[in-house]
T-cell receptor, first 112, second 110 residues
Framework: QKEVEQNSGPLSVPEGAIASLNCTYSDRGSQSFFWYRQYSGKSPELIMSIYSNGDKEDGRFTAQLNKASQYVSLLIRDSQPSDSATYLCAVNRAGGYNKLIFGAGTRLAVHP | DVKVTQSSRYLVKRTGEKVFLECVQDMDHENMFWYRQDPGLGLRLIYFSYDVKMKEKGDIPEGYSVSREKKERFSLILESASTNQTSMYLC?????????FGQGTRLTVV
């Protein structure tokens, strides 16, 4: 089992719809969870972080965390073609120092 | 603005060459990292450093070494480049649970 798992996609949604991206992780000791967006040929850009169970909203983005189920998700409301990118889920490793384990990423395509 | 700067966007090197990838951050972060990213494999940690002159191996350190002589600068060294080291290399720095990435260096070894 991979430490951080994501569906590779592509996830295709129409413009204006809600895109739902999911991620599961294996280490129950993980405390910090992140979503990065990566456009083709570019570096990852941090868009959301979440540390406690529940929802965290920032503009059109909502991160959801369920530690009991070892599950974290990202919802993108009113999806735009500019949201088309690969979304990387990252989880902190034990031992601190900001060490992260990444999923392989989910490719999102928002079509007009 | 947060800034992590990698010295090159694209590099082409020959097999057997010694290759240096440089990274500088201006955020006074203690922690710095080198990852490589390959299709289908995601980002994998090569090495990280939590202080000047301090380093620890990540998941795939074989064939690589690092140097951190100053807090703001973290270098990745390929001792003898091989074709299987062709990849995107990403430097990152972090503190307070947040990590920022440089723009990446696409290295091709021929």
């Amino acid at each position: 089992q991979k430490e951080v798992e994501q569906n590779s996609g592509p996830l295709s949604v129409p413009e204006g719809a809600i895109a739902s991206l999911n991620c599961t992780y294996s280490d129950r000791g993980s405390q910090s969870f992140f979503w990065y967006r990566q456009y083709s040929g570019k570096s990852p850009e941090l868009i959301m972080s979440i540390y406690s169970n529940g929802d965290k909203e920032d503009g059109r983005f909502t991160a959801q965390l369920n530690k009991a189920s070892q599950y974290v998700s990202l919802l993108i409301r009113d999806s735009q073609p500019s949201d088309s990118a690969t979304y990387l889920c990252a989880v902190n490793r034990a031992g601190g120092y900001n060490k992260l384990i990444f999923g392989a990423g989910t490719r999102l395509a928002v079509h007009p | 603005d947060v800034k992590v700067t990698q010295s090159s966007r694209y590099l082409v090197k020959r097999t057997g060459e010694k290759v240096f990838l440089e990274c500088v951050q201006d955020m006074d972060h203690e922690n710095m990292f080198w990852y490589r990213q390959d299709p289908g494999l995601g980002l994998r940690l090569i090495y990280f450093s939590y202080d000047v002159k301090m380093k620890e191996k990540g998941d795939i350190p074989e064939g690589y070494s690092v140097s951190r002589e100053k807090k703001e600068r973290f270098s990745l060294i390929l001792e003898s480049a091989s074709t299987n080291q062709t990849s995107m290399y990403l430097c990152a720095s972090g503190a307070d649970r947040v990590t920022f990435f440089g723009q990446g260096t696409r290295l091709t070894v021929v």
